[in-house]
């Protein structure tokens, strides 16, 4: 059975006809052109599909499209604002927060998700705010300096406190 949805996405309505079996992260990708959330496990196992649904992190994967009527979905096209990145952006440019880039926009979406309800997390709740996201080429270590210096930079850190970030980076990475 098909119908027809309203989905925000980024701060723009959509009417979009949907089946009833269909997932967000299908419709994301599939009807709307935002390719930016991974298509990996299938199964909310791997979080490359993570979108921030209602103000948390959600597994599109795993959302119905038609259970996201009605919310307020973000993406990570989403996260820019016209040429200006967001914090995040720039934190994984500067410390190599990333590798192949696979789970790269998933990891964002937790990560601002978690700088959106704790804007000063610590080390273990960075840890446990992207632990739904699998990464297999960084080992996490720049990801978390990267999450720790966006979280620093949007609550306005100073250059020392951000030094301090980079120099606690291990040698040769």
């Not at 040429?83 to 994984?92: G, K, R």
Request: net charge negative.
């Amino acid at each position: 059975m098909q119908r027809v949805i309203a989905l925000n996405v980024n701060g723009e309505v959509h009417e979009v006809i949907v089946k009833s079996y269909e997932s967000l992260l299908d419709v994301l990708r599939n009807k709307l052109g935002l390719t930016g959330t991974k298509e990996c496990c299938n199964e909310g196992d791997c979080g490359a599909c993570t979108v921030i649904m209602g103000g948390r992190a959600v597994n599109a994967c795993l959302v119905l499209a038609v259970e996201a009527e009605g919310e307020e979905i973000l993406t990570v096209e989403g996260l820019a604002q016209g040429t200006s990145l967001h914090p995040l952006q720039e934190a994984f440019i500067k410390f190599g927060g990333f590798q192949c880039g696979f789970c790269t926009p998933g990891m964002l979406m937790s990560a601002k998700a978690l700088l959106d309800a704790n804007p000063d997390p610590t080390e273990e709740e960075i840890r446990k705010g992207i632990s739904g996201n699998l990464c297999r080429c960084t080992g996490y270590v720049k990801i978390i300096q990267s999450i720790k210096e966006a979280a620093l930079s949007m609550k306005g850190g100073t250059e020392n406190e951000q030094k301090q970030i980079l120099d606690s980076r291990p040698e040769g990475r």
